[in-house]
């Protein structure tokens, strides 16, 4: 069974190395022209995943949901094409896979506030 926790925050902290490595290198270069990605990897990528991950711990009840495994994957989908969708839109101008990056977090955020709110309350 994926341990839903544990895996947002595993996959929250790649993308953080990886929004570092970027970091560092645009850093080096004097090249922000790749801000945009960067800002996605660290802050979808590191920041939501990770407190996902956390909320997950927290109210274990959550996981039992049967919405819980979809809300993971259209999540990281979601970030996963966001960040993608970022390169793509600040190398080449192409606006789709952001958008639907953008589209995916915004559903699984929607379904993360559904499971707190009926499923919050629960006791572990």
């Known amino acids: 069974m994926l341990e839903i926790d ?18 560092l ?6 090249d922000n022209k790749l801000l945009t990605v960067h800002v996605a990897m660290m802050t979808s990528g590191f920041v939501m995943l990770a407190l996902y991950g956390m909320v997950y711990r927290l109210w ?17 989908v979601g970030v996963a094409a966001l960040i993608v969708g970022s390169y793509f839109l600040v190398t080449t101008g192409s606006v789709p896979l952001a958008a639907l990056g953008s589209v995916l977090m915004i559903v699984g ?3 993360m506030a559904w499971l707190f709110i ?3 309350h629960e006791a572990a």
């Not at 544990?6 to 970091?23: F, N």
């Not at 949901?65 to 999540?75: D, E």
Request: hydrophobic fraction near 60%; aromatic fraction near 10%.
């Open 6 to 23: 544990r895996a947002y925050v595993v996959i929250g902290l790649l993308w953080a190395v990886v929004g570092m490595l970027l970091g």
């Open 60 to 76: 274990p009840a959550l996981m039992r949901s049967p919405l819980a495994p979809a809300q993971f994957w259209i999540t990281v």
């Open 25 to 30: 290198y645009m850093g080096i270069a004097e």
């Open 118 to 120: 009926t499923r919050g």
């Open 109 to 111: 955020g929607a379904l």
